[in-house]
């Protein structure tokens, strides 16, 4: 049981490069997410799913995108990288979206953009 | 708006002296509250969390957090540091508008020897 797994995790892009980052996990969950730390800031949410076929966004939208593949997978799309987006990102699940259900992160893909 | 305060950026305690985080929240209904901890490099492990019920919860490696509804408070706790308690600590509130937690900005913490 891996729980949350996420990929790559670290890269570096240059500005107005393209990347995808992969998410999956194992434990059944209904829902994932997307969140960026930054500095000083803690995370905040970019994208979620409630549930499969859903998406939504969250506080942190602009430039990405997201796809909840499956029941298992969730991807981070960055479609013009911009020094902005240099930042750690986490994907995170939960048995469904509510407020009392525990998120379990994955490790986290280190993101630099130059 | 559901907002989280962690109002000590960093602190430094010595091994085997005892270690309170500060966390204050603001929350309009009953609170869903949670401690995770990133250690460095590393993702977010949680550490406790309050729903309701006994206002002091015991989490993993020796923590324990008190909810105190008149403070707006859930103070994170452990009697004895251990070096390997070096790392940042995140208060979070459930129940955000699109399901997510409401995460405060952390605090570090470094232990001396």
């Known amino acids: 049981n891996a729980g949350v797994t996420q990929t790559p995790k670290f890269q570096v892009l240059k500005t107005g490069q393209s990347m995808t980052l992969q998410c999956a996990q194992d434990?059944?969950?209904?829902?994932m997410y997307w969140y960026r730390q930054d500095p000083g800031m803690g995370l905040r949410l970019i994208y979620y799913?409630?549930?499969?076929?859903?998406?939504d966004k969250g506080e942190v939208p602009n430039g990405y995108n997201v796809s909840r593949l499956n029941k298992r997978e969730f991807s981070l799309r960055l479609e013009s990288a911009a020094p902005s987006q240099t930042s750690v990102y986490f994907c995170?699940?939960?048995?469904?979206?509510?407020?009392?259900?525990?998120?379990?992160f994955g490790p986290g893909t280190r993101l630099t953009v130059l | 708006a559901q907002s989280v305060t962690q109002p000590d950026i960093h602190i430094t305690v010595s091994e085997g002296a005892s270690l309170e985080l500060r966390c204050n929240y603001s929350?309009?209904?009953?609170?869903?509250l949670f401690w995770y901890v990133q250690s460095p490099g590393q993702g977010l492990q949680l550490l406790l969390k309050?729903?309701?019920?006994?206002?002091l919860v015991q989490g993993i490696k020796g923590f324990e957090a008190e909810f105190k509804r008149s403070q707006s408070s859930f103070n994170l706790r452990k009697p004895s540091v251990h070096w390997s308690d070096a790392a940042e600590y995140f208060c979070?509130?459930?129940?955000?508008?699109?399901?997510?937690?409401?995460f405060g900005k952390g605090t570090k913490l470094s232990v001396k020897p």
């Open positions: 995170a699940s939960s048995w469904d979206w509510t407020e009392t259900d525990t998120q379990y």
């Open positions: 929350y309009g209904a009953t609170p869903y």
């Open positions: 799913s409630a549930s499969e076929g859903t998406t």
């Open positions: 309050y729903f309701s019920g006994d206002t």
């Open positions: 979070a509130v459930g129940g955000g508008s699109q399901g997510n937690l409401i």
């Open positions: 434990m059944n969950h209904n829902s």
